[in-house]
């Protein structure tokens, strides 16, 4: 399924919202989103992109298959 730079957009903007709104992690999302949008800014869309892939696999395969998040598995 394709999703157009829009449709992209707008659900990191949702889920920005919903995030942000949780009071204890809400300042750490704000600047790891910061932080995104500067590597976009700085690598492109494409370069951003491979490289947050890169940062997800690695943290994946350091916890193995399962999904860990906040000490409970998902």
């Given amino acids: 399924m394709k999703v157009s730079k829009r ?6 903007k949702e ?8 009071d204890a992690t809400g300042m750490a999302l704000s600047d790891l989103y910061a932080a995104i949008d500067a590597m976009i800014a700085a690598m492109g869309n494409e370069g ?22 906040d000490g409970a598995v998902r």
């Fill in 7 to 12: 449709q992209l957009r707008n659900i990191i």
């Fill in 15 to 22: 889920e920005k919202t919903k995030l942000l709104s949780e």
């Fill in 48 to 69: 951003a992109l491979m490289e947050l892939t890169g940062i997800v696999e690695d943290w994946d395969n350091s916890f193995g298959s399962e999904d860990h998040f």
